[in-house]
């Protein structure tokens, strides 16, 4: 979390107002009868949860989800990689900005040197864990780096995704000018790495793929800046202390952990959430571009509340 921002004595949450582990599962278990086959652990940093191995166990097992993937730092990749292949976890998207430990540092805030994430990823696909990357790419401060770290993805055989600089919450200082367009990522790797466009690998997949020609593999592009995919999106989000949020950008997060704290049955939350999700209107991004693209509402949560 980066220190200027979260000092201190910043409040953090404690029990008990963050979700137990049962909680959460049987949460879950509401949203997989109500038709949800995939679940993605993420955060702020997910594996800083002492009982995530357990929860990803517990998830494919309890609650009957058929897929569940995690995104995360890597930080601490390297302390679980084996647990969670163990606990079923069937894919992982690991963040990494940068190969430079100095560019890396200054992107997540903290200081910390990418090199330790680039080794733990190496041990995960070495357990036999499906990996990707996802590289968020800001103009003028890692931007020089799309054709480096595709060349080292590319030679690993692991997909490395681009996403565009996105105005989520109100404190990573987003500015239009320091997006960089996906058409223009596209075209740097096709000049270096031929590729072409291939077919979603279901509806609604957020990145838009591209194999390379010689088949080493692909690449992906998360556009939701300039190519925006609110039309198709069938993504909702609960936070760590039990709201479900219908949209990335929604300040507005409803109570589905103190509707089961309030003692209502498996049936009456499962009715619970399908009427939130059934009255859903969010299209931030459609929206955004409809107007002045480097205009942003002032109340949207953090990416370390609501993940990504």
């Known amino acids: 979390m980066p ?31 109500l038709g949800v086959t995939k679940l993605r652990l993420t955060g702020g940093e997910p594996l800083l949860r002492t009982d995530l191995v357990e929860i990803v166990s517990r998830l494919k097992q309890e609650a009957g989800a058929e897929e569940v993937a995690l995104t995360t730092n890597g930080w601490l990749l390297s302390r679980h990689a084996a647990g969670l292949r163990d606990a079923g976890l069937d894919r992982l998207n690991v963040s990494v900005d940068s190969l430079d430990a100095a560019t890396a540092g200054r992107m997540n805030g903290r200081g910390l ?7 733990a990823i190496d041990e995960a696909v070495a357990l036999g864990l499906p990996v990707k990357v996802n590289m968020a790419v800001q103009r003028g401060i890692n931007d020089h780096e799309i054709e480096d770290m595709t060349a080292y993805f590319r030679a690993r055989r692991i997909t490395l995704r681009f996403i565009e600089f996105m105005d989520v919450g109100t404190t990573n200082g987003w500015k239009v000018d320091e997006v960089l367009p996906a058409r223009e990522i596209v075209e740097r790797v096709h000049r270096r790495w031929p590729i072409e466009p291939i077919t979603p690998a279901y509806r609604g997949e957020v990145a838009a793929r591209y194999r390379f020609i010689d088949g080493s593999g692909e690449i992906g592009i998360i556009a939701s800046i300039t190519e925006p995919f609110c039309r198709d999106c069938h993504r909702a989000r609960l936070s760590a202390d039990g709201k479900m949020h219908t949209c990335l950008f929604s300040a507005l997060g ?53 993940g990504g």
Do not use: N
């Open 113 to 119: 040197d990418s090199r330790r994430v680039l080794a």
């Open 3 to 33: 220190k200027e921002v979260f000092g201190a004595d910043y409040p953090f949450l404690r029990d008990p107002q963050l979700m137990t582990a049962d909680e959460l599962v049987a949460i879950a278990r509401a949203f997989v009868t």
């Open 254 to 306: 409803w109570d589905v952990l103190g509707k089961w704290r309030g003692g209502c049955s498996h049936e009456e939350l499962v009715g619970y959430i399908a009427g939130i999700w059934g009255r859903r209107v969010d299209r931030y991004s459609d929206e955004r571009a409809e107007r002045d693209p480097s205009a942003t509402t002032s109340a949207k949560p953090e990416m370390s509340y609501l």
